[in-house]
């Protein structure tokens, strides 16, 4: 059973604390503006952060609980700031314990749906890590635990280790595989799907889903709305996961869950995809 109730798109900062020129003031405004709009969930970790303010990004969590009480938070631990554009993993079990516990912290109480180990491609030993987040998820630090970042030789690994309730992975459209996706939903594993625009170095989206881009035009609406919708339909047990940096594409991105999808987007999304080599 998935930890969500519904489809829909969840709203992430990674964007609004490590993005250039941000202020505390604009994200808090971006993340109340997506939450309103009707974020799914809200993502998060503990690498967001600043250099003077470790808090950051799970501090916007707590804007959008403030805002939608009981609204879930999703956040990752094991990888964390060093400095103004340095960045280091370490999936020990003593770091992972005091990350959630900070976490903890900030946020009130455990997170409301997920922990994750954030880098589990930079980790050394992650059936270790994910044995330590088993024994945080026992002693009521995390609800359900998860990993970030994960190819599927490395859930196949996981298997014996511990249950996994969620992986969140880059999956941008026309971009990325579908792997670990469709190895998560044969096994129930519930799946974030980071980046589905294809992140700030990937071609622009319409260039990558033309069909999708000719209907949107057609209907007067962003390619990206239409894009999550189709997403949306095309892929049960998947949440996009949007870093907007602006209120607008915040709403605009969230309200995905509310188009309807037809046989033509369906049709123009499954045919953009497929000329890309990445068939659904």
């Not at 992650?126 to 987040?133: E, F, G, N, W």
């Amino acid at each position: 059973m998935s930890m969500l109730d519904e489809p829909g798109v969840v709203l992430g900062v990674a964007s609004l604390v490590l993005g250039e020129g941000m202020e505390q003031r604009h994200a808090e405004l971006v993340v109340r503006a997506g939450v309103d709009a009707g974020a799914a969930a809200l993502d998060t970790a503990r690498a967001y952060a600043s250099v003077e303010d470790d808090a950051v990004g799970e501090g916007l969590a707590v804007v959008a609980e403030e805002r939608r009480p009981g609204i879930p938070v999703i956040t990752k631990a094991g990888h964390y700031r060093l400095g103004t554009a340095s960045w280091d993993a370490d999936g020990s079990a003593a770091r992972l314990r005091r990350d959630a516990e900070r976490s903890v912290e900030v946020l009130g109480g455990p997170p409301s749906l997920l922990l994750l180990l954030h880098r589990a491609d930079q980790v050394d030993d992650v059936a270790a890590s994910v044995r330590a987040l088993d024994q945080l998820r026992r002693d009521g630090l995390a609800p359900r635990i998860g990993v970030s970042n994960a190819s599927v030789e490395m859930l196949e690994q996981l298997e014996e280790v511990a249950e996994i309730d969620a992986v969140q992975n880059r999956l941008g459209l026309g971009v990325d595989s579908f792997a670990e996706y469709r190895y998560c939903r044969a096994r129930g594993i519930d799946f974030f799907a980071y980046a589905p625009f294809g992140g700030p170095r990937a071609a622009p989206l319409a260039t990558r889903v033309p069909r999708v881009a000719a209907l949107a035009a057609e209907r007067e609406l962003s390619v990206h709305r239409l894009a999550l919708a189709a997403m949306l339909d095309a892929l049960p047990g998947c949440w996009p996961v949007v870093g907007p940096r602006r209120i607008e594409s915040a709403v605009d991105s969230i309200r995905a869950r509310e188009h309807e999808v037809d046989d033509a987007l369906r049709a123009a999304f499954a045919d953009d995809l497929a000329s890309r080599g990445v068939p659904l």
